[in-house]
């Protein structure tokens, strides 16, 4: 079964600093997609990122990027410039349109991401 | 352009009463996605349905909970007989289709329903 880990549980960085969240994922699919989400305290779930495993290139969108070590089975989050409205729980998840999760999200249970003015 | 709608975003119950939750999925999805937050923890999936059909409900509890997705009218996730244990954020998700590709995934969510159990 796919499982997704977040080793991280709370992290903090200092206002305008960059900060790396971990994820790692264990699959035997070889098609599957990866994401981040963010989760402020009014609780929604907002996507940050998504990369596509048969892409090389790690995506980026504006100050969010990540390191994508398909061999590995990594994905990690680079947050550039925090800012005090990155301050949330940030969660990782899985997908894979094959195999036993059709489509469904598999979850790390997240880091808390602390910012220090 | 409305993404997918929950409703009601808060909803209290007594022990035994009934809950349901409405999910209206992105006009033209037709695949939606059930999910439960507990305190402190990730989201769990519940249930996947396609328009008149449970797909996989392998997340769900066996007694208590149902989910149903009609040829009209939203989503409904019901859980009878509440009990403290059902306190959680339960979130949807849609997608148009269950084939491949980043954009047939169900990734973006609704706001959630906060539930409570007095």
């Known amino acids: 079964a796919q499982t997704v880990t977040q080793s991280q549980p709370e992290m903090s960085v200092q206002e305008a600093e960059t900060v790396t969240l971990s994820c790692t994922y264990d699959?035997?699919?070889?098609?599957?997609?990866l994401f981040w989400y963010k989760q402020p305290p009014s609780r929604q779930m907002i996507l940050v990122i998504r990369?596509?495993?048969?892409?090389?290139q790690n995506a980026t969108e504006n100050r969010f990027s990540v390191n994508f070590q398909k061999a590995a089975k990594s994905f990690s989050l680079k947050i550039s410039d925090s800012q005090l409205g990155d301050a949330a729980m940030y969660f990782c998840?899985?997908?894979?349109?094959?195999?036993?999760?059709?489509?469904?999200?598999?979850f790390g249970k997240g880091t808390k991401l602390s910012v220090k003015p | 352009n409305a993404g997918v709608m929950q409703n009601p975003r808060h909803l209290v119950r007594r022990r035994g009463q009934e809950a349901r939750l409405r999910c209206s999925p992105v006009k033209g999805h037709s695949h939606v996605y059930w999910y439960r937050q507990l305190p402190e923890e990730g989201l769990k999936f519940m249930v996947y349905l396609q328009k008149e059909n449970i797909i996989d409900e392998s997340g769900m509890p066996k007694e208590r909970f149902s989910a149903e997705f009609p040829k009209e009218g939203p989503s409904i996730l019901r859980i009878q007989q509440v009990v403290r244990g059902d306190s959680a954020a339960y979130f949807c998700?849609?997608?148009?289709?269950?084939?491949?590709?980043?954009?047939?995934?169900?990734?973006?969510f609704g706001d959630g329903t906060r539930l409570s159990i007095l």
């Open positions: 990369q596509e495993a048969y892409k090389q």
């Open positions: 699959t035997s699919e070889s098609d599957y997609y």
């Open positions: 998700a849609s997608s148009p289709r269950d084939t491949g590709g980043l954009r047939n995934q169900p990734q973006h």
């Open positions: 998840a899985y997908t894979s349109p094959y195999g036993g999760s059709q489509g469904n999200l598999i």
